[in-house]
């Protein structure tokens, strides 16, 4: 007596759709993958045990753990170092706010400061209250030069199209810091959570602008009908 015969699955859909989100999300490993549900969470039918055989067979591993204070690792595994290598290479420019006491109104009143610093010599480079991001920037750059990149938050006066545009025009790249805080919040499952998002709805996108950096940084996992049209039209 022998076992009947089971004809294998073509499974190409399937190790294409796993590799697009080992992309995505590679540094979870396939028992991160798997337990996170992010397949099945977009549609895909399949087990722990074959998500691990396919993980193998593409020869993938799990990006090496960050160091202390070192790189800045993407999430495909890749990393870069924007580091301040010498002046005028990176600036980072952020608004502190202070505090004055109106002596008629008998009140506080706040007042915001925009600092703008050389990340290589740490020289403050403009100190102003309250005025155009443009204007700051501008007046140090023509004393200064214009820097390669320039690091900031993702506050809505650095994310402006307008500012964008100009920094684009003139050179220079821009460099937020807050995509990782968005991603934990709102994207990477947690186990002691019940594997879900602490925060999904702690990031709201209320503009156009915000909504092409969401998607840029985190593209949706693609669907099993999505996976079949791509490899369809090749």
Known sequence: MRYQEVPQADETPLRHGVLEVVNLYGRYGYRGVWVFDLLSAAGWQTTESVVRRIWGEEGLKVPAKQPPRGRLWLHEGSCVRLRPESPNRVW?????????????GRRWRKFRVLVVIDEYTRECLALYVALDVIDVLSDGMLKRGVPRFIRSDNGPEFVAK???????????????????????????????????????????????????????LFPPIPTPQEVNQRLNLH
């Open 92 to 104: 980072s420019y952020d608004f502190v706010q202070g505090h004055t006491y109106c002596p008629l």
């Open 162 to 216: 307008i500012l964008r545009d100009w920094l684009k025009g003139i050179g220079t790249q821009t460099a937020y810091i807050e995509h990782w805080r968005i991603h934990y919040n709102t994207v990477r499952p947690h186990r002691s959570i019940g594997t879900r998002a602490p925060a999904p709805a702690s990031w709201t996108i209320d503009s156009t602008t915000h909504h092409a950096l969401h998607q840029s």
